[in-house]
């Protein structure tokens, strides 16, 4: 079958209004951080795009303060006057979509269409689903007046920068909390556009405050004496630091971490649309995502077939320019990350996986990695154990529901799973024997502000979104 041209159909990047310098956010205006500034590149060209100040541990302190005193009136406002402010904020980022959804792809790399109809839209549908709840916390389930923390210090990864501080911010403002967030060091300029959304919806100074900087800023939110809660998004290795910085201090904790999600087909599936929830689990968003579909199990006795489809369907996929409107894959988002991406393949070269990548051309400059399957893969080889959190799916198969379940669950981490059959009953069954906070049937990384989101083992704990969420940021 002949696989269409397409023409380039970038989106401009002067829809991004990009700045030459980016500043810390305290109090309600932009400071110039006391750090060692940084420079934030486009990952898809290697130029750099801005310098962006940073924050130093003098300044996490001057942030707290501002978030104290900002706690003492916000928390004392009706949730209706609270829930005003998120609506603005909400209406905002609606009203800014283009700016912020080009300026993600070009500081994190994305494919444009996935800023602009996933990242964007469903960070704006975070604040509106929180502005909901901010005058109805009564009726939540936490008792008749529940109360919030106080201040919280958020730390967020680099994968989906502005989407990642909606699910910190939005709930935390909701329920009375006051906020010191810190973006990745590679990604903080959709953070910084969100500070001036703070103005423009003129909340109150101090409620929210974004510092960015390296991971020893984040450390220094986590020990800061006068904070009530952490929320960390990150790599598994950080959290348990921050756990054991945490233990035996008041500071309560959640922690959203790492995974390596079991996508698991079987033979009565409908298997064009299952390789197209593969290919969506595994290659969405360069397959930077926690809750990837990163181990296919599938069925033996369909195994060629899917393989096949799967080959096929992969290597239609486009690779390239961010900012074209045709990319289904974009850059990886630092060196650093391409190089771990590199470091595992070897190793399942090495471990004797067959390996199979896409013949798409891929560009010369930039940091990218062609879409990836590898078949033949064991339990034990790397490539099935730990994360590489890029576009490499690695195939495993089974003969029964019950091996199914036990592949699936092999693993020391619990934060998704995928299950394609047409039988209602298995899908049940299933749900109910894997180990994983949230799990998809015949459809892979659909996400809500309504729907709980978190792990289980190595993949944290904790619940971000829906009801649940809320609990995270109250005194129940
Ligand atoms: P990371 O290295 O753990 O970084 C996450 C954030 O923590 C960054 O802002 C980082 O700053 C900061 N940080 C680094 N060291 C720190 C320290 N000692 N104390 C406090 N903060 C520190 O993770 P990443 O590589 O950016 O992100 C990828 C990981 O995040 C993957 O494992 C992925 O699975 C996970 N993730 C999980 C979820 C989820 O909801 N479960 C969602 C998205 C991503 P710098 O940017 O300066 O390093
Ligand atoms: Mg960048």
């Known amino acids: 079958m002949p696989v269409f041209e397409y023409a380039p159909a970038p989106e401009s990047r002067a829809i991004a209004n990009l700045k030459d310098h980016y500043k810390p956010f305290v109090n309600g205006e932009f400071v ?89 839209p469903t960070a704006a549908a975070h604040f509106f689903y929180h502005a909901g709840w901010a005058d109805k916390l009564e009726y939540a389930g936490y008792g008749p007046n529940p109360r919030p923390l106080g201040v919280a210090g958020q730390i967020i990864p680099w994968n989906f920068p502005l989407l990642m501080l909606a699910w910190k911010i939005a709930p935390a403002l909701a329920t009375g909390n006051t906020v010191v967030l810190k973006p990745a060091e590679t990604t903080p300029l959709t953070a910084l556009v969100f500070a001036e959304i703070c103005q423009q919806a003129e909340l109150p100074p101090g409620v929210v405050n974004i510092l960015p900087g390296a991971g020893d800023i984040g450390a220094s939110i986590v020990e800061h004496g006068d904070i009530d809660k952490i929320a960390f998004t990150g790599s598994t290795e950080v959290g348990k630091a921050i756990q054991r910085q945490v233990a035996g201090t008041p ?3 959640t922690l959203e971490l790492g995974g390596k999600a079991a996508n698991v087909v079987f033979e009565d599936a409908p298997l064009d649309q299952a390789v197209e929830g593969i290919v969506n689990g595994i290659f969405f968003n360069q397959g930077h995502v926690c809750c990837a579909g990163s181990r296919l199990l ?78 033949n893969v064991h339990q034990s080889m790397r490539i099935a154990r730990e994360e590489i959190f890029g576009p490499v799916l690695s195939v495993l ?80």
């Open 251 to 253: 500071k309560k904790l």
């Open 397 to 476: 198969t089974f003969r029964t529901p019950d091996e199914a379940v036990a592949k699936a669950n092999n693993t020391p981490y619990g934060l998704s799973a995928g299950i394609w059959t047409e039988k209602g009953s298995r899908i049940l069954w299933m749900a109910n024997q894997l180990r994983a906070g949230v799990v998809w049937a015949n459809t892979f990384n659909r996400f809500d502000p309504t729907a709980p989101f978190g792990g289980y083992q190595e993949s944290g704990f904790g619940r971000e979104g829906g009801r649940t969420g809320l609990e995270a940021y109250l005194n129940v």
């Open 298 to 375: 599938v069925q033996e006795s369909v195994a060629e077939e899917v393989l096949e489809k799967l080959r096929y369907r992969v290597s239609t996929l486009r690779i390239g320019d961010p900012l074209d409107k045709n990319t289904d894959i974009g850059a990886i988002n630092s060196a650093e990350q391409l190089a771990k991406i590199r470091g595992l393949v070897e190793s399942g070269d090495a471990e004797g996986a067959q390996r199979w990548t896409s013949p798409c051309p891929v560009p010369d400059r930039g940091f990218f990695f062609a879409p990836t399957v590898f078949a």
């Open 32 to 120: 110039d951080g006391s750090g060692e500034p940084l420079k934030t590149i486009n990952p898809a060209t290697e130029e750099v795009l801005a310098e962006v100040g940073t924050a130093s541990k003098s300044d996490v302190d001057t942030a707290v303060k501002a978030a104290r005193k900002a706690f003492s009136t916000w928390s004392k406002l009706p949730g209706t006057e609270r829930a005003k402010y998120l609506f603005r904020i909400a209406r905002l980022i609606q009203e800014r979509s283009r700016e912020l959804a080009v300026l993600e792809s070009l500081d994190n790399g994305k494919p444009i269409k996935e800023s602009r109809d996933s990242d964007i």
